[in-house]
């Protein structure tokens, strides 16, 4: 009887042991959690700062001279374009559209910055590969640009096999090799033709883009269809009221999405437009556009001014708090309307 309570009593000493040790392990793995997202969460306010800007014209000097070359029509567009989808990929944090893991899987204003700045890189690629490379409709495709116009309308989100990262490295490579054959002395080997009806042609898609980026900040605070109000005018009565249609309101989800993706796209026309005013400089001088490149640059400028407030805010518009998203759309559709007087400049005889 005695051996079996001594027994009892060892028992009961080695699971008290083995709880001690399994609760010292459950403490040891909440602390590496805890230290884990206190890491991720500070990764994560590094990288949600957006890139600064750089120098378009000290930046195509300086790579000038790095290729020993002389910066011919083009070199600084096609320079511009190389120098902004580095920076998409290199930036603090790298390129976080596609991150399956924290804290790159939490972050949603950086990948609609990205977005924004992929849009105005796939647009301005296929105007190079479709009219500024060639001198005609029957002139042949650039072999280069061929290469990098489809390497950037890849899928943004793609992880791995094949990564994003590396078929938009893909397309880099392939514009500096466009960049090597346009600026190599005595003999060109690719073309850059800085017309006026090319560059009209590129700025007709982007007042689409802008138009199309300025409504849905605008509608942060919500408006009447434009559509519905005209269905419901009555065509044999002129001075019947007519009944405004449903209101149209971007969601409160996606204010903040909406916002930087604006952000993004604007951030890379302002660098491409200060190329464009460097390679297309002649043509816009003879069309005295050269005053509307100024005021697009201006307006876009004021787009990347620094931000204060930790998040978005959608004030009402008329209301105590600001409406960061109307801000935001005023600048833009100031910039839509001075390329529409620039196109309309470039247009003329």
């Not at 290199?90 to 559209?97: N, Q, T, V």
């Not at 898609?205 to 980026?213: A, F, I, K, P, V």
Request: glycine letters at 8%.
């Amino acid at each position: 009887m005695a051996g079996k309570i001594r027994q009892y009593f060892r028992d009961r000493r080695s699971g008290t042991q083995d709880s001690g040790g399994g609760s010292a392990i459950g403490k040891l793995v909440l602390a590496l959690i805890g230290v884990y997202l206190v890491v991720t969460l500070v990764l994560g306010m590094i990288w949600s700062s957006e890139p600064d800007r750089f120098s378009v014209r000290d930046h195509t000097r300086a790579l000038a001279n790095e290729m020993q070359r002389e910066p011919v029509s083009g070199f600084a567009t096609t320079a511009t374009m190389i120098r902004v989808a580095e920076t998409l990929l290199d930036k603090s944090g790298g390129y976080i559209s596609n991150d399956i893991f924290p804290p790159g899987l939490w972050l949603d204003n950086i990948p609609n910055w990205e977005f924004g700045v992929l849009v105005q890189l796939r647009d301005l690629s296929r105007a190079m590969r479709k009219d500024i490379s060639r001198s005609q409709s029957q002139s042949a495709e650039d072999k280069d640009l061929v290469i990098a116009e489809p390497q950037f309308h890849f899928d943004s989100g793609s992880w791995a096999i094949p990564s994003t990262e590396a078929e938009y490295r893909r397309g880099i490579k392939a514009l500096k090799s466009y960049l090597d054959r346009l600026s190599r002395p005595g003999q060109p080997d690719a073309q850059f033709f800085a017309r006026a009806d090319n560059l009209a042609n590129w700025l007709a898609d982007l007042e689409t883009r802008l138009g199309s980026l300025s409504r849905t900040l605008g509608e942060s605070v919500g408006k009447a269809s434009v559509s519905d109000a005209v269905a419901n005018i009555d065509p044999d009565d002129p001075l019947s009221e007519d009944v405004q249609g449903e209101e149209v309101r971007t969601d409160w989800t996606r204010i903040d999405d909406v916002f930087y993706e604006a952000r993004g796209t604007s951030w890379a026309l302002l660098h491409i437009f200060r190329a464009i005013e460097v390679d297309f400089r002649k043509v816009l001088r003879d069309k005295n556009a050269l005053a509307s490149v100024k005021q697009v640059i201006i307006e876009l400028e004021g787009t990347q001014r620094s931000m204060w407030s930790p998040v978005v805010l959608n004030g009402s518009g008329f209301g105590v708090l600001a409406n960061h998203s109307l801000t935001m759309a005023a600048y833009l559709s100031r910039a839509s309307a001075s390329i529409s007087d620039m196109r309309d400049l470039l247009t003329r005889g």
